[in-house]
């Protein structure tokens, strides 16, 4: 029988040694997942005992992420813009980076909002686990959103998630390939689409090749495949005003503002950085 105190230090040992970083945080989630306590209550009582069952639970999670399965697919969470969201293996665990995109879409949004009378109609293409789409749903109670992926598993986590917060009304679910399922003019798409090469998409850390969907991530030989045809499609879709915002990644900063100013002559195109600095968000403003 072990003190949690302990058993958190072993397990810390263990993940470091495993090549883990961040090993005493990855440690701490992974116990008060196998305690399902919250962090304060973890804290007090760390020199209780850890009973038999918590203790096994412990190890099968310690275990698994040595083997390099992500926290959060073990946990079965992940925060994202302050809002607790169910992940699974069919969804890309969402990114802090993406936090970014959301800031720019509402900006762009209560920009709208203020030049139009009717309802804002907004697309969140490849929603994933709905991360962005209930984070805008929250931030954006008048507005309608239509969330879509070409994956059936993860809507159905993206509405459960929808579900959760309260927002599953706000947001209608639709199944197909990028912009196929939008059979109206919408003012905004939104869109965090797969953008890796594919050369850089089989160099990534374990975490996320061998447990994250490929298809949530492989962007083509440079990564702009999916944007390309769904920034190609936009025309079509996008109401007199409307507007564009996507999540890319290094090195696709010219080349998007060239597809955008080919594409979109007459259009304000802006780019904006993340936290850390870095391009990350491109929009595109047609009026
Ligand atoms: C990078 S993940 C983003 C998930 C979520 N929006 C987020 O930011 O956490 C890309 C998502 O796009 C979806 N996707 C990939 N290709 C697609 C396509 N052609 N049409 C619709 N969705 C697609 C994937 O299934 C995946 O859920």
Do not use: C, W
Request: glycine share 6%; aromatic share 4%; charged share 25%.
């Amino acid at each position: 029988m072990q003190s949690l105190r302990r058993a958190l230090a072993d397990a810390r040992n263990h993940l470091e040694a495993g090549g883990i970083d961040d090993a005493g945080l990855e440690a701490e989630v992974l116990l008060r997942h196998a305690l399902d306590v919250s962090r304060p209550v973890l804290y007090i009582h760390l020199d209780d005992t850890l009973s038999t069952d918590a203790a096994s639970r412990f190890e099968t999670y310690i275990e698994r992420r040595l083997a390099r399965e992500p926290a959060a697919y073990i946990t079965g969470h992940r925060e994202f813009y302050n809002l607790d969201l169910a992940v699974t293996p069919a969804t890309l665990i969402p990114r802090p980076d993406t936090e970014t995109l959301v800031d720019v879409a509402i900006e762009l949004a209560k920009g709208l909002q203020s030049e139009m009378r009717e309802m804002l109609t907004i697309a969140d293409i490849g929603t994933g686990s709905g991360a962005i789409a209930i984070a805008l749903a929250t931030a954006l109670p008048r507005a309608r959103i239509i969330a879509t992926d070409s994956s059936p598993e993860a809507l159905q986590v993206a509405e459960a998630n929808a579900r959760h917060h309260g927002v599953v009304d706000s947001i209608e679910f639709r199944l197909g390939d990028l912009l196929q399922p939008l059979t109206e003019p919408v003012d905004l798409i939104v869109a965090n689409l797969p953008y890796v090469a594919t050369d850089d998409y089989l160099a990534l850390e374990p975490e996320v090749r061998d447990y994250e969907p490929r298809s949530a991530l492989d962007g083509g030989p440079d990564g702009l495949d999916v944007i390309r045809r769904l920034l190609a499609m936009a025309p079509q879709r996008l109401s007199e005003h409307g507007a564009i915002a996507l999540e890319f990644g290094a090195g696709q900063t010219v080349p998007l503002e060239t597809l955008a100013s080919k594409l979109f002559p007459a259009a304000r195109t802006r780019i904006h950085t993340d936290l850390a600095g870095r391009p990350r968000v491109i929009s595109i403003r047609l009026t």
